[in-house]
């Protein structure tokens, strides 16, 4: 029988997202039950708001504009803050000053699959943001977030100051809506099976063992 390459899980994702974090840890949890399964996951950009200003908004300014005041957003991110819970995520919501602009986060974590460490910067970004409030649209915290990750942090302070690989960015983005992806998180395994939203790990892994059995079974019948 021929060896298969390993499972890919490509996730469009927003770093800005509370539920692509809680998709994240679904995720985790249905890789762990799965063990026999080999899985590659990569991460690929989303804007929820493109319109953000690169310096970001006031993010109780932007809650108010975007749910009609801010009693209506605080009742929609309570529901986000139970579903975390479940998950072991505590947000801290009230910590949070500013919603960023999420593109340089995105050209951090495009820069990070070179060294393999994509997981590791995905994860310490939604840390920062969603759990000690930090402001994403600075760069000395992109810089200080690829240092703790093991990357070339001097190389990423340098980056940052440019436009590199922002076309590539926009350009993906742009690829993901015509696609038809409207929200995320978006789970696409194998190139051909679609999550959209934060499933549940059970549905998750379900999934991944569709795509692992039909794949073979393509295999079999090219090879038949």
Request: charged fraction near 30%; aromatic fraction near 8%.
């Amino acid at each position: 029988m021929t060896d298969f390459p390993p499972l890919t899980v490509d996730v469009v994702s927003d770093v800005m997202c509370p539920w692509c974090y809680i998709g994240k840890r679904r995720l985790e949890t249905a890789l762990r039950s799965v063990p026999q399964l080999e899985v590659t996951v990569r991460w690929h950009p989303f804007q929820l708001d493109a319109s953000l200003p690169k310096t970001g908004k006031d993010r109780k300014k932007y809650l108010s504009d975007k749910f009609g005041g801010i009693e209506q957003a605080d009742s929609f991110y309570s529901q986000i803050k139970a579903a975390g819970v479940e998950e072991r995520i505590d947000f801290a919501f009230e910590d949070i000053k500013l919603s960023p602009n999420t593109l340089d986060c995105h050209r951090l974590i495009l820069w990070s699959r070179a060294d393999d460490l994509q997981d590791e910067v995905v994860e310490r970004l939604f840390q920062a943001y969603f759990l000690k409030g930090e402001d994403l649209t600075k760069s000395e915290t992109l810089v200080r977030i690829s240092d703790e990750a093991g990357m070339q942090s001097d190389l990423v302070e340098q980056l940052l100051e440019t436009n590199t690989d922002l076309d590539k960015i926009e350009a993906e983005i742009a690829n993901a809506q015509a696609a038809g992806i409207t929200g995320v998180p978006c789970f696409i395994i194998d190139g051909r099976f679609v999550l959209a939203g934060a499933e549940k790990a059970e549905t998750i892994a379900a999934a991944l063992l569709h795509a692992e059995e039909t794949r073979t079974d393509q295999e079999a019948q090219s090879s038949g």
